[in-house]
């Protein structure tokens, strides 16, 4: 193995970024309810949108305010890998997938919060 072979990361690497990636975003969602429980966050009624009374469709700002921060917490594990060029492809293959997986998990759960959930 030559010196730039030891110093470059290997073609594999990202990975390893995957695999951690989807690991944390999983835990995403169940993370951000705890948080909301633990700040008391009020929750959106689960009546769908058509049968609420009016008025009643506004989200409080903390409830946003917990995704948002959940969100960046997601992201900073991607955010201190890529300072170093040795994990930088690591970083990118945990950014791609923790924020496509939980993107998709963070929007099912919202848009049952916010438009309700029943049988139609």
Known sequence: M??????????????WGLCGGVAV??????ITIVLQHALNVPE???????????????????????WA???LLLIAPAAVLAM?????RIGAGYAL????IGGVLA????????GGFAPS
């Open 25 to 30: 975003a999983v835990i995403y969602v169940p």
């Open 97 to 100: 997938i923790a924020t496509l």
């Open 107 to 114: 929007a099912a759960v919202i848009s049952m919060d916010v």
């Open 84 to 88: 170093f060029g040795r994990t930088r």
């Open 2 to 15: 030559t010196t730039r072979e030891a110093q470059q990361p290997g073609r594999w690497s990202v990975v």
């Open 69 to 71: 921060y959940s969100a």
């Open 44 to 66: 959106p009624t689960a009546v769908p949108r058509h049968l609420r009374a009016p008025h009643t469709d506004a989200v409080s700002p903390p409830y946003w305010a917990s």
